[in-house]
């Protein structure tokens, strides 16, 4: 395997023509929360790397889950009869969610302020987005749980498909036409998901 060539000449050749575009049409993503990262990313010093941004953010994202994994392992947390997760570790993730979310905004626009802007810098932002589509279904289940009052982990499992799926179906029809047009979905959900965790805490 050492010897395979898993990258062709041309293929390569691509990196240095390659350059970002997306189109943006939701109405929360334009107005409200690219001015709010406009104005965060102006904190942070140009010395600090994009790539690390994504990368904390990501981190944050895999701490909510597994501090949801310590406090309701099974799933039955939210079920009446059993030990409900403590109001605290609600506020605290629904804080450090917004916050993931914020520096998932932010991390392009650090790289296109500091001009380090790279297809592989985007490869990383997408593949570690790709796994955080994971994480924040499973984090969120919490807050319905599994029992009589709860979700099926059936239903949990149709939910992960269907994240995957248009995470999938969006970049890969920006494979066929050159932009990746960002669905409404994701700047919706994570606002509403920072509330909702609050909002259970109350």
């Not at 104005?39 to 010093?45: A, E, L, M, S």
């Not at 099926?152 to 036409?177: A, G, Q, R």
């Amino acid at each position: 395997m050492a010897g395979y060539e898993y990258v062709s000449p041309e293929q390569l050749a691509g990196f240095d023509k390659y350059k970002y575009s997306a189109v943006d049409t939701n109405p929360l993503s334009l107005y409200v929360m690219h001015p709010f990262w406009n104005t965060i990313v102006k904190v942070f010093p140009t010395w600090l790397a994009p790539n690390l941004i994504t990368f904390s953010g990501f981190l944050l994202v895999v701490f909510n889950f597994l501090l949801m994994a310590y406090f309701d392992p099974d799933f039955y947390a939210s079920a009446p009869g059993h030990k409900h997760v403590p109001d605290w570790v609600w506020i605290v993730v629904g804080i450090l969610n917004f916050v993931a979310y914020t520096l998932d905004g932010v991390d392009g626009k650090q790289a296109r302020r500091t001009n380090s802007s790279t297809p592989l810098g985007e490869l990383f932002d997408h593949g570690l987005d790709s796994w955080s589509c994971v994480y924040f279904v499973v984090t969120v289940y919490s807050i319905f749980g599994r029992g009589s009052t709860g979700v099926s982990v059936f239903v949990l499992y149709l939910l992960l498909w269907v994240v995957l799926f248009s995470f999938i179906l969006s970049h890969w029809e920006k494979y066929n036409t050159g932009i990746l047009f960002l669905p409404w979905g994701y700047d919706i959900s994570q606002v509403t998901i920072s509330f909702v965790y609050i909002v259970t805490a109350v």
